[in-house]
């Protein structure tokens, strides 16, 4: 798990909860996400310090989250802050609002980008068992 933090990011954090609900699914489980998410997210993060970090959630193939660019092209890219992100995962801010601020850009299949946040849901809910 810690191979996905990175020092100075929030996000990490709440990415990292998200490989250990991943990591909890059954196979069933797994292939029912992959089928209903359909979709490679690639997220460029910038912290306060102006640092990017990049993380990938490849729910078309293998149901996974890692660090680093996508290894398959990635159907959306997401770029943000890390107060962003953190605040989108925490359901504090809306993702198309979020996008019609600017908080949020997309890159590739932006309707792709509405099937983020049930993943994150899924973190926040594994975040409080």
Do not use: C, H
Not at 21 to 39: E, M, P, V, W, Y
Not at 80 to 87: A, G
């Amino acid at each position: 798990m810690s191979d996905l933090k990175v020092d100075g990011f929030k996000a990490s954090e709440i990415i990292a909860q998200l490989r250990v609900a991943f990591d909890g699914f059954t196979d069933a489980q797994r292939q029912s996400q992959i089928k209903k998410t359909n979709g490679v997210f690639e997220l460029r993060i910038t912290n306060g310090n102006k640092q990017e970090a990049v993380w990938t959630i490849d729910m078309k193939e293998k149901g996974a989250v890692y660090k680093g660019p996508a290894q398959s092209k990635p159907g959306v890219v997401l770029v943000m802050s890390d107060d962003t992100f953190v605040n989108l995962s925490e359901g504090k801010l809306d993702g198309q609002k979020a996008f019609m601020t600017g908080k949020l850009k997309t890159k590739g299949n932006a309707m792709l980008a509405v099937k983020l946040t049930p993943l994150l849901e899924i973190a926040k809910a594994k975040a409080k068992l």
